[in-house]
Every structure is written in structure tokens, then in C-alpha cells.
């Protein structure tokens, strides 16, 4: 009996599952974010560990100075009041890969484009007559999307084409940096990657209306738009750089992007992905970073945590507890 209790305390602690022990998270008035999460290291629970987890994994990857760092995230969020926090937090970055339709609703809504909530189980097709678009729980009328970012897009590209820096040809992430130099609210993702000199990478630039506004520039004036351009200065990040590390928000290209070029060399050395979606319909969304381990996308040794939630939720909490933003 004594051999069998034995073997059995050796195995568990092999899997972690008695070292640590369980604890009651407790809470008081006036208690600060930091505190709660302090509270909550090693209580064993669920997604809150993996979120505490995050939360040090990011702290040591800002306190790597010699890692280079990537934010990335979709345009959905950018809708919401979490475009606000994203905001403050590029200048932690080194760059931002992200999607064509953070550039809308960024523009949009530093033209003054109004979003307000709504709800999820609005009637669409009600909604659709009194041209409003609905976005989950928030809504916009067609004129406060689709109509600023038109008219926002024109004002800012007319500027570009006629100044006399106008290069007639440009990568997605400088396009970016013109708009960022023009655009003048204090609250919008662009504007501050410029003042920040944070570069933007929009693999998927024309999947959107600012790549749709950008095709019908181009059919009267004398530009053209090089995505290989930003390719290749994404290799070279991932050459040269020995250290690199990512926090990203939702799947698709712009997880991809991120994970894609840092294989090569050799994976990401820190790694956060904040997700709702399931692994087992074998998406790039659904997909955990231990899978991007058998791929050499982020290091055997790396350190990595898969947070399963709603970033809208999450992420101003572990931006709050964290020391560095």
C-alpha cells in the first residue's frame, strides 16, 4: 500500500495536480484590480488562471527589451468602447497587425461617426429598412459608417495625392501612416500608432471598405498599392529579430500574419491569444498556440497561454492589472 500511495503522490505531482493548491478568492470594498488578481494566482480555476497566466506572460514580454512585439486583433472589437483601450495601449507594441475594417471603423469614428448598443436579438431585416447595420449588440446608421468613412477617406486622400510627398505608390502600412499623420483624434488606433511610430499591417487591405475606397481612387488617379511591399518588411522583423513576442486578440489573418513570419525564426518566444472560438472544427481561430508549437510558430520553450473568453471582457482586466499599461 505504501509503494501504490507513493507512486501515485509521484505521478500527481509530475502533473502539477498537487502542488498547488486550490483557494477562495476573496473580495473586499474598495479592493483594486491589482489586488483581485493577485488574489486569484494558483486558485486552479479554469479560464481565471489563464488570464492571470496572460497577464505575467505579457508583463515579462514588455520587461524582454530585446523582444520585438506584436499586438493583433480583428475589426469587430473596434466597434466597441475597446477601441479606446487598444488605442492606449499600441505605444507598448512594436507593431499592429490587423484587419481592413479596423481601419473603417477607426476612420468612422474619428470622423464623428455615432455607434450606439442595441441588441442581439434585434429584428435584421427591420433594421435593414431603417438602414441601420448591426455589428452583435451595437448599431450604426449607414450615414454614420459607411457615409463618414467615405467622406473622411476622400478629404485625407486628396491631402495624400496632392502633397508633395506623394509617391504614387504605397504599402498598406505607410497608407496607414499618412492617414494616422491626418487624422487629428486622440482616441483613434491610426493616430496613435503614428505619434507612437507603431507600423499597422493590413495583410487583408482590400477586404473591407477602405480597400473598396481605395479601388475606386485608383481607377481616376495615378496610384497603386504594393502589399508586398509590407511582406517583406515583415520577413525581415522576423530575421532580425533574435526575441519576439505577440498578444492576439480573435483568430484569422491577423493571428495568422503574426504567427506565419515569426516561424521562421524559429517561433515566438511569448506568446497571449485571447479567443471564443473552438479547436475542434481545426479553424486558425479555434486553434490553440500549443498547436503553433508543432508547426516551429511559436518555441517549444516559449511562454504561452491560450485565454478562452470575450476579449471585451478580458481584456480591460488584464490591461488594468498589469503593470506596464
Same mark, same amino acid.
Given at each position: 500500500?505504501?509503494?501504490?500511495?507513493?507512486?501515485?503522490?509521484?505521478?500527481?505531482?509530475?502533473?502539477?495536480?498537487?502542488?498547488?493548491?486550490?483557494?477562495?478568492?476573496?473580495?473586499?470594498?474598495?479592493?483594486?484590480?491589482?489586488?483581485?488578481?493577485?488574489?486569484? *494566482?494558483?486558485?486552479?480555476?479554469?479560464?481565471?488562471? !489563464?488570464?492571470?497566466?496572460?497577464?505575467?506572460? +505579457?508583463?515579462?514580454?514588455?520587461?524582454?527589451?530585446?523582444?520585438?512585439?506584436?499586438?493583433?486583433?480583428?475589426?469587430?472589437?473596434?466597434?466597441?468602447?475597446?477601441?479606446?483601450?487598444?488605442?492606449?495601449?499600441?505605444?507598448?507594441?512594436?507593431?499592429?497587425?490587423?484587419?481592413?475594417?479596423?481601419?473603417?471603423?477607426?476612420?468612422?469614428?474619428?470622423?464623428?461617426?455615432?455607434?450606439?448598443?442595441?441588441?442581439?436579438?434585434?429584428?435584421?431585416?427591420?433594421?435593414?429598412?431603417?438602414?441601420?447595420?448591426?455589428?452583435?449588440?451595437?448599431?450604426?446608421? @449607414?450615414?454614420?459608417?459607411? =457615409?463618414?468613412?467615405?467622406?473622411?477617406?476622400?478629404?485625407?486622400?486628396?491631402?495624400?495625392?496632392?502633397?508633395?510627398?506623394?509617391?504614387?505608390?504605397?504599402?498598406?502600412?505607410?497608407?496607414?501612416?499618412?492617414?494616422?499623420?491626418?487624422?487629428?483624434?486622440?482616441?483613434?488606433?491610426?493616430?496613435?500608432?503614428? +505619434?507612437?511610430?507603431?507600423?499597422?499591417?493590413?495583410?487583408?487591405?482590400?477586404?473591407?471598405?477602405?480597400?473598396?475606397?481605395?479601388?475606386?481612387?485608383?481607377? *481616376? !488617379?495615378?496610384?497603386?498599392?504594393?502589399?508586398?511591399?509590407?511582406? +517583406?518588411?515583415?520577413?525581415?522583423?522576423?530575421?532580425?529579430?533574435?526575441?519576439?513576442?505577440? +498578444?492576439?486578440?480573435?483568430?484569422?489573418?491577423?493571428? !495568422?500574419?503574426?504567427?506565419?513570419?515569426?516561424?521562421?525564426?524559429?517561433?515566438? *518566444?511569448?506568446?497571449?491569444?485571447?479567443?471564443?472560438?473552438?479547436?475542434? @472544427?481545426?479553424?486558425?481561430?479555434?486553434?490553440?498556440?500549443?498547436?503553433?508549437?508543432?508547426?516551429?510558430?511559436?518555441?517549444?520553450?516559449?511562454?504561452?497561454?491560450?485565454? *478562452?473568453?470575450?476579449?471585451?471582457?478580458?481584456?480591460?482586466? =488584464?490591461?488594468?492589472?498589469?503593470?506596464?499599461?
Amino acid at each position: 500500500m505504501k509503494h501504490t500511495k507513493s507512486a501515485r503522490k509521484t505521478t500527481a505531482q509530475k502533473n502539477g495536480a498537487a502542488s498547488v493548491p486550490v483557494r477562495d478568492v476573496r473580495l473586499k470594498k474598495g479592493m483594486k484590480v491589482e489586488e483581485l488578481i493577485k488574489g486569484m *494566482d494558483k486558485v486552479g480555476g479554469f479560464s481565471a488562471q !489563464h488570464m492571470v497566466d496572460g497577464i505575467k506572460i +505579457l508583463e515579462k514580454m514588455k520587461a524582454d527589451s530585446s523582444s520585438f512585439n506584436f499586438l493583433s486583433f480583428p475589426a469587430c472589437i473596434i466597434a466597441t468602447g475597446i477601441r479606446g483601450i487598444i488605442a492606449d495601449s499600441v505605444k507598448h507594441f512594436n507593431a499592429i497587425i490587423t484587419t481592413c475594417g479596423t481601419l473603417d471603423h477607426d476612420i468612422a469614428r474619428a470622423a464623428g461617426g455615432k455607434y450606439v448598443l442595441g441588441s442581439f436579438n434585434a429584428d435584421d431585416a427591420e433594421l435593414h429598412r431603417k438602414h441601420i447595420y448591426r455589428l452583435g449588440n451595437v448599431f450604426m446608421e @449607414d450615414k454614420e459608417y459607411g =457615409m463618414a468613412l467615405e467622406g473622411k477617406f476622400k478629404a485625407i486622400m486628396d491631402d495624400i495625392y496632392t502633397s508633395k510627398d506623394y509617391k504614387k505608390e504605397y504599402s498598406p502600412s505607410e497608407l496607414a501612416y499618412e492617414f494616422g499623420k491626418r487624422i487629428k483624434d486622440s482616441g483613434s488606433i491610426l493616430r496613435q500608432a503614428y +505619434l507612437n511610430n507603431v507600423k499597422v499591417f493590413i495583410p487583408g487591405i482590400v477586404d473591407g471598405a477602405f480597400g473598396t475606397q481605395l479601388t475606386l481612387f485608383s481607377q *481616376d !488617379h495615378d496610384f497603386k498599392l504594393n502589399i508586398l511591399r509590407d511582406e +517583406l518588411e515583415l520577413s525581415n522583423i522576423a530575421f532580425d529579430n533574435k526575441r519576439t513576442g505577440a +498578444l492576439m486578440i480573435g483568430g484569422g489573418i491577423s493571428k !495568422h500574419h503574426v504567427i506565419w513570419w515569426n516561424q521562421f525564426k524559429g517561433g515566438l *518566444d511569448y506568446a497571449v491569444y485571447i479567443t471564443t472560438a473552438t479547436q475542434y @472544427d481545426g479553424s486558425l481561430s479555434g486553434a490553440r498556440l500549443t498547436e503553433a508549437v508543432s508547426w516551429g510558430k511559436i518555441k517549444e520553450d516559449a511562454k504561452y497561454v491560450t485565454i *478562452d473568453g470575450d476579449a471585451t471582457v478580458i481584456l480591460p482586466i =488584464m490591461f488594468a492589472a498589469s503593470g506596464i499599461f
